[in-house]
């Protein structure tokens, strides 16, 4: 059974940056088959970022241009950079492996 580990959330002040971590302990990591995601409360679970099979990113047009998606095929792990963080960017994120969810980390951007 795969596990996706989530971390990096916090709180920040809008314009500010933070960047999160998803691992997966698998033995043949496939850095294209994990996404990132967020839920705001009361909202549904959309696409964050991922990156694509061909090695190119794809984002969500709310963070185009402020964040960035990154992998590290040595450690398992797809980095989210958040940069020019705003108050409707908090939410729990989510990185989903396959088919298969990470817990979630908080991120909250206070104005």
């Known amino acids: 059974q795969v596990q996706v580990v989530e971390s990096g959330g916090g709180l920040v002040q809008a314009g500010g940056s933070l960047r999160l971590s998803c691992t997966a302990s698998t033995r043949a990591f496939n850095p294209n088959a994990l996404g990132w995601f967020r839920q705001a409360p009361g909202k549904q679970r959309e696409f964050v970022a991922r990156?694509?099979?061909?090695?190119?990113?794809d984002y969500a047009d709310s963070v185009q241009g402020r964040f960035s998606i990154s992998r590290d095929k040595v450690k398992n792990t797809v980095y989210l950079q958040m940069n020019t963080l705003r108050p409707e960017d908090t939410a729990v994120y989510y990185c989903k492996y396959y088919d298969t969810w990470g817990q979630g980390t908080q991120v909250t951007v206070s104005s």
């Open positions: 990156i694509t099979s061909g090695g190119a990113t």
